[in-house]
Nanobody
Framework: QVQLVESGGGLVQTGGSLRLSCVAS????????LGWFRQAPGKEREFVAA???????DYAEAMKGRFMISRDNAKNTVYLQMNSLKPEDTAVYYC?????????????????WGQGTQVTVSS
């Protein structure tokens, strides 16, 4: 079992920044790929970014250049630095853990999920 707890969400104006954190605990957490997904009201959950244990990364196209995922294995924590935020970034952001080989953008490949943290970007 892996437990994930997100924090860092909130209300920010367009163009602002937020940093989300996700602390992972449980068995073999260090061997898991970690990812961020988001879900806006009335929309499907979508991939944001993911990182391997050795810090290989992948991003959704819309987030490239604005978001940065990073990982501190000593603290079992993954971060999502979000810059130049737009109203369309408003969503609940979820941290997830996957034990698949190689990064995946599919939510189905992530077995463990956090409870989510709300990010609201005002115009």
């Amino acid at each position: 079992q892996v437990q994930l707890v997100e924090s860092g969400g909130g209300l920010v104006q367009t163009g602002g920044s937020l940093r989300l954190s996700c602390v992972a605990s449980g068995r073999a957490v260090g061997f898991h790929n970690l990812g961020w997904f988001r879900q806006a009201p009335g929309k499907e959950r979508e991939f944001v970014a993911a990182i391997t244990r050795s810090s290989g990364t992948d991003y959704a196209e819309a987030m490239k250049g604005r978001f940065m995922i990073s990982r501190d294995n000593a603290k079992n924590t993954v971060y999502l630095q979000m810059n130049s935020l737009k109203p369309e970034d408003t969503a609940v952001y979820y941290c997830a853990a996957s034990s698949t080989i190689g990064l995946s953008i599919r939510s189905l490949d992530y077995r463990y999920w956090g409870q989510g943290t709300q990010v609201t970007v005002s115009s």
